[in-house]
């Protein structure tokens, strides 16, 4: 099959720029409505010209127009393009996973209301194969190329890994995360509580120590009667590690484990989340999250405290280890938090015409190696420019080029930060639980 594949792309690449394909729509308010308002954009800016983010939504495909189970969402009417044939390929050869990995888009200009577009497909090449962490698979890039009448208005480099799942993902039939605590008389009181949306801490009823780990007995008196207190849910890292082997069900190495000393005085263990590992200090102020694993289990986990920035490391703190990068925000950029609800990520793959089942079914999500369904790139790529814009509104959007890192699973929360990058340009963070999502660099220019 290597051999067939690489002959093939050889072949496309050698037959340069397709021809141009007209778009089914022209540039109209209704699609951008349903854009904005999926994505959270209520900026109200977008009266007279199209958010540039959705150069893509134009040219893509309606559900049964796609070409292939694995692949992209073609054009309308290009039949197949030769990333459709490349991809259709490897889906024979049992590379049916498909994830998007990287993406660059230019902005020549902003669209305007009653534009009609037309797409070229320029076919770059295929690579591998590549031992992943999410299998072996081959990274396959093309170009896209909007025009307006003979002006070409956007341009986009898009890269797929195209892999063979190695089996079924960590929750298996029924949606049950198959890492689930022992609960017994000395703890049930402790998940009891985090059903509740509570922190509850073992007491003893005689001298009042508290202790966690819970047991029977307290260390101090050694009484055996025991209450709880609820705690306030804040604390600081007291010490971590940086998981990255072995596999953990549902869970993308590398990630933090913390031990959290508690404003009550005790320590306890959970996952540090929406904080790359090369962001995180002992001392770290933190704060209790709740994460829903599945329908009948919920865990503690921590995040970075809102008032506690990773940016103000203090004096004398640990930097990080190599290969750990570190991306500070700037000094007074906020930040843009949004919750991935199953509702938002259906929705949001739908406004931007993304019908691929992994953002929208849950079973084929994880029959093709993923936890749940997750956030489609065309999404992710306009909550970057929702972000930042937001930050530079003044400013007229002239490209973003971004690399896609942990999926972002329903469920989860996206943090997106950001700082002042070289040459006028914003560099961009989203952070998952499980890590960076994606880091992208935004060029920004003068108002139109």
Not at 24 to 31: I, K, L, S
Not at 106 to 127: A, C, K, M, P, Q
Not at 266 to 274: A, D, P, T
Not at 285 to 290: D, I, Q, R, S, Y
Request: contains cysteine; aromatic residues 6%.
């Amino acid at each position: 099959m290597h051999d067939r594949l690489m002959a093939l792309a050889d072949e496309l690449a050698a037959e340069g720029e397709s021809a141009a394909t007209p778009c089914p729509d022209p540039v109209n308010a209704a699609m951008i409505r349903n854009w904005t308002q999926a994505l959270g954009d209520r900026s109200g800016r977008w009266s007279e010209y199209a958010p540039p983010a959705m150069i893509q939504v134009w040219s893509m495909a309606g559900p049964d127009d796609r070409p292939s189970p694995g692949g992209r969402s073609g054009q309308v009417g290009r039949g197949k393009s030769a990333p459709d044939r490349v991809l259709s390929l490897l889906d024979e050869s049992g590379y049916t996973g498909v994830v998007a990995t990287n993406c660059e888009h230019t902005y020549d200009r902003y669209l305007r209301l009653g534009e009609e577009l037309s797409t070229t497909v320029l076919f770059d090449g295929v690579t591998g194969p590549k031992r992943t962490a999410l299998g072996e698979g081959y990274f396959v890039t093309w170009y896209e190329r909007w025009y307006s009448g003979g002006e070409r208005v956007a341009e986009m480099l898009f890269r797929v890994l195209k892999f063979k799942p190695r089996g079924a993902p960590p929750a298996p039939a029924g949606g049950r995360y198959p890492l689930r605590p022992a609960v017994g008389p000395d703890t049930r009181f402790f998940w009891d509580g985090v059903r509740a949306g509570e922190l509850r801490i073992q007491r003893c009823a005689e001298c009042g120590a508290l202790r966690h780990p819970p047991g029977p007995m307290c260390p101090a008196c050694h009484a055996t009667k025991r209450d709880h207190v609820v705690a306030a849910g804040r604390g600081v890292v007291h010490s971590y590690v940086v998981h990255h082997h072995p596999p953990v069900p549902g869970l993308t190495p590398p990630y933090v484990v913390a031990l959290v000393e508690l404003e009550e005085g005790v320590r306890i263990i959970g996952n540090l989340l929406g904080c790359a590992p090369g962001d995180v200090y002992v001392g770290m102020p933190v704060e209790l999250e709740f994460q829903r694993m599945d329908e009948e289990l919920t865990l503690p986990q921590w995040r970075p405290a809102a008032a506690a920035p990773t940016a103000e490391k203090p004096p004398g703190a640990a930097e990080p280890s190599a290969g750990e990068s570190r991306r500070d925000r700037e000094p007074g950029e906020p930040e843009l938090r949004i919750e991935l609800t199953p509702t938002f990520v259906i929705s949001t793959a739908l406004a931007t015409r993304d019908f691929t089942p992994v953002h929208h079914d849950p079973a084929v999500a994880r029959a093709q190696g993923s936890a749940d369904i997750f956030l489609n790139i065309l999404t992710t790529i306009g909550l970057v420019q929702r972000y930042a814009l937001e930050r530079r509104p003044d400013a007229r959007l002239a490209g973003i080029a971004l690399r896609l890192g942990a999926p972002a699973y329903a469920g989860d929360t996206l943090t997106l930060t950001g700082r002042a990058g070289e040459d006028g340009t914003l560099e961009v963070r989203g952070a998952v639980g499980l890590g960076d999502h994606v880091v992208a660099t935004v060029r920004l220019g003068e108002p139109a």
